[in-house]
């Protein structure tokens, strides 16, 4: 079954700092999508970043990116410069890649988009 | 032109009603979800559904039931409320199951669910 942790409940940076967020994640697929999703106090859920696991290259959108390390399952976010509105709950995803179809996929079905339990970026001034 | 929303934003009710939670894209997707985010922040899928084909999380209890009166809504019926149901329930869709390599969900605001 596949697994996401991320292991640092709270941390927090000062502003115009690089902080990096830990993922791991456990699967036994070797095709994947990882995904790096902010919520910030208003509660809505917005993507930051994603990870096709074929794809070698760390993926990077502006002031983030990402080191992707697939062999040791390793999937670690990166934010530089940052800034008050980083301020969030940072929730590391794994998706599965296998197209739905058979029991074997509905009855796992739970496993195929799992969520990190969130860590909690407190941006200081 | 908000992609995903859903109504109501809040929703406070008693133990042993059936209540509703609507959502709606307009992004054109062909599958749309419902996550379920309890207390503790936890993110648990709950549902996938497009045009043709219904995909339940196995740990969901059938109290629960999306409805789908066309491919731009996703509607949640709970029957029967339980104090555990309290929680923030997201919507979201995508284009596809796997379409292309994108796989991009894009969520709506959440309702916030008080079960009392």
């Known amino acids: 079954a596949q697994t996401v942790t991320q292991s640092q409940p709270e941390m927090s940076v000062q502003e115009a700092e690089t902080v990096t967020l830990s993922c791991t994640y456990d699967t036994s697929e070797s095709d994947y999508y990882l995904f790096w999703y902010k919520q910030p106090p208003s509660r809505q859920m917005i993507l930051v970043i994603r990870q096709e696991a074929y794809k070698q290259q760390n993926a990077t959108e502006n002031r983030f990116s990402v080191n992707f390390q697939k062999a040791a399952k390793s999937f670690s976010l990166k934010i530089s410069d940052s800034q008050l509105g980083d301020a969030a709950m940072y929730f590391c995803?794994?998706?599965?890649?296998?197209?739905?179809?058979?029991?074997?996929?509905?009855?796992?079905?739970?496993?195929?988009?799992?969520f990190g339990p969130g860590t909690r970026l407190s941006v200081l001034p | 032109d908000t992609a995903v929303s859903q109504t109501p934003k809040y929703l406070v009710t008693q133990m042993g009603n059936d209540k509703s939670i609507k959502c709606e894209q307009n992004l054109g997707h062909d599958t749309m979800y419902w996550y379920k985010q309890d207390s503790k922040k936890f993110l648990k899928i709950m549902f996938s559904y497009n045009n043709k084909e219904l995909i339940i999380n196995e740990t969901v209890p059938n109290r629960f039931s999306p409805k789908s009166p066309d491919k731009a809504h996703l509607n949640l019926h709970i029957n029967s409320l339980e104090l555990g149901d309290s929680a923030v329930y997201f919507c979201?869709?995508?284009?596809?199951?796997?379409?292309?390599?994108?796989?991009?969900?894009?969520f709506g605001p959440g309702t916030r669910l008080t079960v009392l």
């Open positions: 995803a794994y998706r599965s890649a296998t197209t739905p179809s058979g029991a074997h996929y509905r009855d796992n079905y739970g496993q195929n988009f799992v």
């Open positions: 979201a869709s995508s284009q596809g199951w796997t379409s292309g390599r994108r796989n991009e969900q894009f």
